[in-house]
């Protein structure tokens, strides 16, 4: 689905609804390392929440109309927050920008140079892995990892330089919305079989992410 969005430079203020799930804080704290504006809503307080909140963030723990970000350029929510949460709804009929993670990643890396990493087995170390290897070598990327680094103790880091290593995930069909330059593909299983039914869609979707590799223009 498109999209109509600001540009990235143009976000002040980004509120997250589950900003304590692995793959939204690393969302949280890309914004952060931009200088934007960060608050968002979690169930339970927990050591990625209390990282956020070091780093800037402000995050509470009930449903509160009073403490949400009523100037938020985007609203980002996970799938597993209920559709009767009180803030959800107010945003929904408020007229803000509602996105799925996945489609803020989709905005995130329209413009960068992407290598994503999609598989039902292997994905985080993979992409972790890479990620580690142009973080060490000094070419730098901005990493989005579904899990915490050992070597780091994160599961986001930034970097001037334009380019993504996402771990691509393909629950809900998500990946498809990527646009990647590099796409790795770690193993396929019939996975998720709530979503897809039966084997044949789960590798036909991996066959569609494999063609969403970016044409090169050679001159």
């Known amino acids: 689905m498109s999209i109509a969005h600001k540009n990235i430079n143009d976000v002040q203020s980004v509120y997250f609804i589950g900003i304590g799930g692995i793959g939204m804080s690393a969302i949280a704290k890309y914004f952060l390392s931009l ?3 960060v608050s968002g809503y979690d169930k339970t307080e927990t050591e990625i929440t209390r990282q956020l909140m070091h780093e800037g963030a402000n995050i509470h723990y009930e449903e509160d109309l009073d403490l949400i970000a009523k100037d938020a350029d985007y609203v980002v929510y996970t799938p597993a927050v209920p559709k009767d949460h009180k803030e959800l709804l107010y945003y929904m ?6 996105v799925k993670r996945s489609d803020i990643l989709q905005i ?3 413009s960068s140079f992407n290598i994503c990493v999609a ?12 990620a580690h290897l142009l973080r060490d070598s ?3 990327c901005n990493a989005f990892l579904g899990g915490i680094s050992a070597n780091y103790g994160t599961n986001f880091w ?7 290593v996402i771990e691509a995930d393909e629950y809900d069909r998500s990946f498809l919305k990527l646009s990647p330059d590099v796409a790795v593909i770690t193993a396929m299983d019939a996975d998720h079989l709530d979503i897809y039914e039966n084997e044949e869609n ?16 050679c001159y």
Not at 205 to 214: E, P, T, Y
């Open 158 to 164: 930034s970097s001037s330089n334009n380019v993504c």
């Open 138 to 140: 000094g070419f730098g």
């Open 93 to 98: 009929n408020g007229g803000y920008a509602v």
């Open 35 to 37: 200088g934007k504006n």
């Open 119 to 130: 598989g039902t087995h292997g994905k985080t170390t993979t992409s972790t892995m890479i």
């Open 108 to 110: 995130i890396s329209e």
């Open 202 to 217: 789960v590798k036909d979707a991996f066959r569609q992410f494999a063609g969403k590799i970016k044409k090169t223009v």
